[in-house]
């Protein structure tokens, strides 16, 4: 009897990257009859990891999270053993640890960044310090590998200033991560604006704005010529092409890639012009034995530097490799991303290269939103566009690209466009059209999924890996599911498959008080940062007791842990409460006493209270002491609570006061304080309509009349400003005081995880009206559960930092060291700047528009 079963042939895979693992998993999902035995060697020590997240290992996320490996019995994954050289003749590769034989090798070692030959960049000088592993001096990294970030933020420990040399996608990527890591921080880019490939001029002022406000200070239009060192050693700073000189500690280089192509060169293959494997369209090197794919690749003398036209290539081979016809389709450059904090997109044409082509632009300086579309010379067909500050038209634009507009232009770019799936929406777009161009799935496959089964995002995901790289396209998802009539999941995270007010609820119901209970009855798993701190909010808003009690503690958010605000450098603030800003000069005196003795810096701040900041953790019972001793208490400003009822001084001293603005702001105040609530809320109260406590920029705000009180809802918006609507008209103070106490217990009730009341009430179906008919109409017959709720509230008000102080064993919390208590933490300090104690921040220098920096007090 013979084995007709045909011999199993070697695949070698030479890195094991994002492109590298997804054409593993291709060429697993497509080799049905094990043709293939798989070895995969890797370079790095640890498996293939999401490079795309790489920054969220800056918020806490961590390898495990990033990771994108699936253990495979029938591939061979070989970690930390990189290739030093292709044998093509005995068609084999070596490594320091053997040699591998292969009958089809695949090469996907993706790129290096590029380090300019920088005087002082290097250890050694010369060309044999660059390359894909250049020896940096101490101090310099770059940023590529988890490796890479981590040894950034061991490295950032104790320094004060940072800067970023590139200003594209990965340059400002890596000045957020300095920004987090507490650093002082400069970008220097050589060309006139920020991301100068994906944004126009126009785009990039308006991201310029967004970034120096987040304390980023831009140098745009030069060159590093020279890193120098002090005489120890240590970083000094950097040498400019305009001369200038920039201090800074540390410094990332994040001036671009090049591709890893040194393995392919010293076999002979050919290369591209620029560098890259030059490979043909279905991704075969000029050896038919060998493929390349991702950013080693070059195809047509291209190499992309995305993810997507990786992924698009790795598909191909793996179809090939089976027998099949499949071909590179082109790359889609397309870009979403947030980058320090701000939402920035690029599609197609973004720059307008198309002869005769037109451009469509909507400017909102008041939002910082910009946007551009580019369009045919006939205005019918979308060739691409830029969006700044606000890219919920992108999966829509994006998918358009090519096509006829969904819609009217000035539509489609403007803010308030609907969302719904429908006009300009998804619905307007052809089966064709590319939802997800990251892993090329278009509108029919995901309609096709859908009438398969799928009846959710994570479905969708599974089903046809939309949506599982950038995540940009998951609103198109969503959007195509509800026109499709599935109903979508509201759970608040994989351990609740209940929303936070389904969950409010819940615990209100049950009368539920620990998390512990509440995820064993109604959840999965131990929770993570989304449902607990949720839920932390929702027993404290329900009167669960002091929140740092038993495993409450653990649930709360980073400020709440030691009920003060914690600041960049690692001091906290303490904020007492002044309600109204009314306060007594006794009072007065006990805060510049108790800022005197403990060497805090002082500040008044907008909404009329007084912030002392640079208290380390061990002072805070202290300063609570002396300022619970005096009438003070806790301000909140820690939590997602009430913050402040601001107020100008009314008709008790102004002339055109017609009510008591500052008695009302304080006994709001004092009703409302330490309401827990999805976010923070802030209120003022004006005692005429000349407005001067700005009530409609508050949450709620009242503006007094001849006859009563106006009440403004839904202001605040937090990134987009957003003036408060008009509720009620001269109302009393008891209606008044009766509205809000249902308005806010509303809100706490319905509202999802961080929505302020602005987003919350534009999210209502019926909006305000909507909103006025349950908490003056009671058309939903919740008033009287309402009225209760805050009446319970403010029945069990107790303050925080006076419960601290009455409890040795919550005292215990609050030190730096747990086996050294009194010692403070040696790696915080000061200086005096203006007269004050600030964190010593190195080369900052204070804004002084020609005035002497201490602004007359003495130094």
């Known amino acids: 009897m013979t084995n007709d079963k045909p011999e199993r042939q070697r695949l070698v895979v030479v890195g094991n990257g994002m492109v590298g693992q997804r054409f593993v998993e291709a060429l697993r999902s497509r080799d049905t009859g094990s043709r293939w035995q798989v070895t995969v060697l890797a370079e790095e020590g640890r498996p293939a990891y999401d490079r795309v997240r790489l920054s969220a290992f800056f918020d806490g996320v961590d390898a495990d999270e990033l990771s994108l490996h699936r253990p495979d019995d029938g591939v061979d994954l070989r970690l930390g053993e990189p290739v030093v050289e292709i044998d093509r003749t005995g068609r084999r590769v070596v490594t320091g640890g053997g040699e591998y034989r292969y009958d089809a090798l695949v090469l996907a070692t993706g790129s290096y960044p590029f380090v300019p030959p920088i005087d002082g960049a290097y250890v050694a000088k010369g060309p044999d310090a660059l390359g894909p592993t250049p020896s940096l001096r101490s101090g310099v990294f770059v940023y590529r590998t988890l490796d890479d970030l981590t040894a950034i933020r061991d490295f950032a420990k104790g320094r004060r200033t940072g800067a970023v040399i590139g200003g594209g996608l990965l340059g400002l990527e890596a000045a957020n991560a300095l920004r987090l890591l507490g650093l002082t921080t400069s970008v220097v880019e050589f060309a006139p604006r920020l991301m100068p490939v994906q944004v126009d001029e126009a785009g990039g002022a308006m991201l310029r704005r967004y970034v120096e406000e987040?304390?980023?200070?831009?140098?745009?239009?030069?060159?590093?010529?020279?890193?120098?060192?002090?005489?120890?050693?240590?970083?000094?700073?950097?040498?400019?092409?305009?001369?200038?000189?920039?201090?800074?500690?540390?410094?990332?280089?994040?001036?671009?890639?090049?591709?890893?192509?040194?393995?392919?060169?010293?076999?002979?293959?050919?290369?591209?012009?620029?560098?890259?494997?030059?490979?043909?369209?279905?991704?075969?090197?000029?050896?038919?034995?060998?493929?390349?794919i991702g950013e080693c690749a070059a195809v047509d003398g291209t190499c992309y530097g995305l993810v997507a036209p990786g992924y698009a290539m790795a598909e191909v081979v793996a179809d090939r490799l089976v027998g099949g016809t499949a071909t590179f389709p082109g790359a889609d450059l397309s870009t979403k991303l947030k980058l320090l904090g701000v939402d920035v997109a690029a599609f197609g044409d973004a720059h307008g290269k198309t002869p005769g082509c037109l451009d469509v632009t909507f400017t909102d300086p008041a939002t910082r939103?910009?946007?551009?579309?580019?369009?045919?010379?006939?205005?019918?067909?979308?060739?691409?566009?830029?969006?700044?500050?606000?890219?919920?038209?992108?999966?829509?634009?994006?998918?358009?690209?090519?096509?006829?507009?969904?819609?009217?232009?000035?539509?489609?770019?403007?803010?308030?466009?609907?969302?719904?799936?429908?006009?300009?929406?998804?619905?307007?777009?052809?089966?064709?059209?590319?939802?997800c161009s990251c892993n090329a799935v278009t509108k029919d496959q995901l309609v096709g999924a859908i009438a398969e089964g799928c009846t959710d995002v994570p479905g969708l995901k599974a089903c046809t890996r939309a949506g599982t790289s950038c995540g940009s396209c998951v609103p198109m998802l969503k959007q195509l599911l509800a026109v499709s009539g599935v109903s979508l999941s509201k759970a608040l995270c994989e351990h609740f498959a209940h929303s936070r007010q389904e969950l409010f609820e819940i615990i209100r119901v049950r009368?539920?008080?620990?998390?512990?209970?509440?995820?064993?009855?109604?959840?999965?798993?131990?929770?993570?940062?989304?449902?607990?701190?949720?839920?932390?909010?929702?027993?404290?808003?329900?009167?669960?007791?002091?929140?740092?009690?038993?495993?409450?503690?653990?649930?709360?958010?980073?400020?709440?842990?030691?009920?003060?605000?914690?600041?960049?450098?690692?001091?906290?603030?303490?904020?007492?409460?002044?309600?109204?800003?009314?306060?007594?000069?006794?009072?007065?005196?006990?805060?510049?006493?108790?800022?005197r003795d403990f060497q805090l810096y002082t500040k008044i701040t907008g909404g009329q209270r007084i912030d002392l900041f640079g208290a380390r953790v061990e002072q805070l019972p202290q300063i609570w002491r002396r300022l619970v001793d005096a009438g003070f208490e806790s301000g909140h400003a820690y939590g997602k609570a009430l913050r402040t009822v601001k107020s100008c001084v009314g008709s008790t001293w102004c002339r055109y006061g017609v009510q008591d603005s500052v008695g009302l702001a304080i006994a709001l105040e004092l009703r409302y304080r330490g309401l827990r609530a999805p976010h923070k809320i802030k209120s003022a109260v004006s005692g005429c309509a000349r407005e001067c406590a700005e009530a409609r920029s508050k949450d709620f705000g009242i503006i007094a009349t001849e006859t009563g009180w106006n009440l403004y809802l839904g202001g605040n918006g937090g990134f987009r400003p957003r003036h408060a609507e008009l509720f009620g008209q001269d109302l009393s103070t008891e209606e008044l005081v009766r509205y809000i106490d249902r308005f806010l217990m509303f809100y706490i009730r319905t509202a999802d995880r961080l929505q302020r009341t602005a987003a919350w009430i534009e999210a209502m179906e019926g909006g305000l009206e909507h909103l006025r008919a349950v908490i003056v109409d009671d058309s939903l017959g919740l008033c009287a559960?309402?009225?209760?709720?805050?009446?319970?509230?403010?029945?069990?008000?107790?303050?925080?930092w006076r419960d601290t102080l009455a409890d040795p064993d919550r005292l215990r919390r609050f030190t730096s060291f747990v086996n050294a208590p009194d010692v403070p933490d040696p790696s915080i300090t000061f200086e005096v700047e203006r007269g004050q104690p600030v964190p010593a921040l190195g080369d900052r220098r204070p804004v002084s528009l020609g005035l002497p920096t201490t602004m007359g007090v003495p130094s």
């Open 214 to 292: 987040l304390g980023v200070v831009p140098h745009l239009g030069v060159a590093t010529t020279a890193i120098r060192s002090r005489p120890d050693g240590e970083l000094a700073g950097l040498t400019l092409s305009d001369g200038s000189w920039l201090p800074t500690d540390l410094v990332v280089v994040a001036a671009g890639i090049r591709p890893r192509d040194e393995l392919a060169r010293a076999a002979g293959l050919e290369l591209g012009e620029r560098g890259g494997i030059r490979v043909d369209e279905t991704c075969r090197s000029t050896d038919e034995r060998i493929w390349a």
């Open 369 to 435: 939103v910009y946007a551009k579309l580019v369009l045919s010379d006939d205005a019918k067909t979308l060739l691409g566009g830029v969006l700044v500050g606000d890219v919920t038209a992108y999966p829509t634009l994006r998918a358009s690209v090519g096509g006829a507009l969904p819609g009217p232009p000035l539509a489609l770019l403007a803010p308030a466009g609907d969302g719904t799936g429908t006009g300009s929406g998804i619905a307007a777009l052809p089966g064709s059209a590319q939802v």
């Open 511 to 595: 009368q539920i008080r620990t998390f512990s209970r509440l995820v064993a009855e109604h959840g999965r798993g131990r929770g993570c940062d989304i449902c607990k701190p949720v839920v932390a909010s929702i027993l404290a808003s329900l009167g669960s007791g002091y929140v740092l009690d038993g495993e409450q503690a653990s649930l709360q958010d980073t400020n709440d842990h030691f009920l003060a605000n914690i600041q960049r450098d690692g001091t906290y603030s303490v904020v007492p409460r002044i309600p109204g800003g009314e306060i007594t000069p006794e009072k007065l005196i006990v805060i510049g006493e108790v800022a």
């Open 785 to 800: 559960e309402l009225d209760s709720a805050m009446a319970r509230h403010v029945g069990s008000y107790s303050d925080e």
